[in-house]
C-alpha cells in the first residue's frame, strides 16, 4: 500500500501542470504563450489577483480580478480572446467604472 501511494505522488509531481500565472507567460500578436514556447498556451491561469482560462493563446470563458486592497477590479467572459456578454468593472473603491462596464458582443460594447 506504502508503495502504491508513493507511486501515486511521484506520478502527480511529474505531470505537467495546467494552471500558470501572468509571470509565466508572455503576450505576442495578441496570442499567451508560456515563456521559452511558440505554442500558444491553453490552461487556467491563476495567481492571487486574477483567475481565468486561456484556450489557444485567448482569453476563455469566465475571468474574475481584484485590485490588491481585495475589491473586486472586473469580472466578465471572453469568447475568443475578446469580451463576450455582461462586464462589469469596479474603480479601486468598489463603485461600478459606467464608461468600462456594459454587454459585449464579440469584444464591441453594444449597451451598458
Known amino acids: ?63 474574475i480580478s481584484f485590485w490588491v486592497t481585495g475589491q473586486l477590479m472586473f469580472k466578465g467572459n471572453y469568447k475568443n480572446g475578446k469580451k463576450e456578454g455582461a462586464f462589469a468593472v469596479y474603480h479601486s473603491d468598489g463603485s461600478l467604472n459606467k464608461k468600462r462596464s456594459g454587454m459585449f458582443r464579440n469584444g464591441v460594447k453594444i449597451s451598458n
Do not use: H
Request: charge should be positive; aromatic fraction near 12%.
Open 1 to 63: 500500500m506504502k508503495i502504491l501511494l508513493t507511486i501515486i505522488f511521484l506520478s502527480l509531481l511529474s505531470s505537467p501542470s495546467w494552471s500558470q500565472t501572468f509571470d509565466d507567460l508572455v503576450e505576442r500578436n495578441g496570442l499567451y504563450y508560456a515563456k521559452f514556447t511558440d505554442v500558444p498556451f491553453s490552461g487556467r491561469v491563476t495567481c492571487c489577483l486574477i483567475k481565468g482560462s486561456i484556450r489557444n493563446g485567448k482569453r476563455e470563458g469566465a475571468w
